[in-house]
């Protein structure tokens, strides 16, 4: 009876643990089909909220809908909350995307002639694509663009003033920020 009673108790454990795991492994399915409908809702154009602690997934296809429509100050939490989620590759697809945005928003103040508006997007767009590649080191395609940036607005040494203001001959002597736009390859 005792083997019996040992057996019957081995049985149950097994079966409850398998049911477990059943309803652990459909609950996953579940919440990845409902991430996958919403990153398909995304990329159809539907503007869709995302949970704080969504999957970085997730967080990115809100990230690439938001800087399609040149939503920065919105897309800049998620791009943090990715970058947070320590997936490499994922974060640095999102700081190239998050970037690709802000120098086509930049062309675009440039082809108008608004420099202001275009200088500090620029700025923003090289900080992006070298947190890419620290992320990613072989990302060639944010390396180019990181070099058209580079061209667009120079990062030349600032000039330690210590509180007092530029003489009128050094303030002739600075370059301007943004030599003009690149033509062609180099």
Same mark, same amino acid.
């Not at 990329?43 to 909220?49: E, K, L, M, N």
């Not at 943090?80 to 945005?101: K, T, V």
């Not at 590649?133 to 000039?159: E, H, S, T």
């Given at each position: 009876?005792?083997?019996?009673?040992?057996?019957?108790?081995?049985?149950?454990?097994?079966?409850?643990?398998?049911?477990?795991?059943?309803?652990?492994?459909?609950?996953?399915?579940?919440?990845?089909?409902?991430?996958?409908?919403?990153?398909?809702?995304? %990329? +159809?154009?539907?503007?869709?909220?995302? /949970?704080?602690? !969504?999957?970085?997934? =997730?967080?990115? *296809? #809100? $990230?690439?809908?938001?800087?399609?429509?040149?939503?920065?100050?919105?897309?800049?939490?998620?791009?943090?909350?990715? %970058? +947070?989620?320590?997936?490499?590759?994922? /974060?640095?697809? !999102?700081?190239?995307? =998050?970037?690709? *945005? #802000? $120098?086509?928003?930049?062309?675009?103040?440039?082809?108008?002639?608004?420099?202001?508006?275009?200088?500090?997007?620029?700025?923003?767009?090289?900080?992006?694509?070298?947190?890419?590649? !620290?992320?990613?080191?072989?990302?060639?395609?944010?390396?180019?663009?990181?070099?058209?940036?580079?061209?667009?607005?120079?990062?030349?040494?600032?000039?330690?003033?210590?509180?007092?203001?530029?003489?009128?001959?050094?303030?002739?002597?600075?370059?301007?920020?943004?030599?003009?736009?690149?033509?062609?390859?180099?």
């Amino acid at each position: 009876m005792t083997r019996e009673r040992l057996l019957v108790f081995t049985l149950s454990a097994l079966l409850v643990a398998t049911l477990a795991a059943a309803g652990t492994f459909a609950t996953r399915l579940w919440l990845d089909h409902r991430a996958n409908a919403e990153i398909v809702a995304l %990329a +159809a154009g539907r503007d869709v909220p995302v /949970a704080a602690d !969504a999957r970085p997934e =997730l967080l990115f *296809a #809100r $990230l690439a809908f938001l800087t399609a429509r040149d939503r920065f100050d919105e897309a800049q939490p998620l791009m943090n909350r990715i %970058a +947070a989620a320590g997936e490499r590759a994922i /974060a640095s697809a !999102a700081y190239y995307d =998050l970037s690709n *945005a #802000r $120098l086509r928003a930049a062309l675009s103040h440039l082809e108008i002639n608004e420099i202001d508006p275009a200088v500090p997007l620029v700025r923003l767009a090289k900080e992006g694509y070298r947190r890419a590649l !620290a992320l990613d080191p072989g990302f060639w395609d944010a390396k180019y663009n990181l070099d058209i940036a580079m061209r667009l607005v120079r990062d030349f040494p600032q000039i330690e003033t210590s509180g007092e203001e530029l003489p009128p001959e050094a303030a002739k002597r600075l370059w301007t920020d943004l030599p003009g736009l690149p033509r062609g390859l180099p």
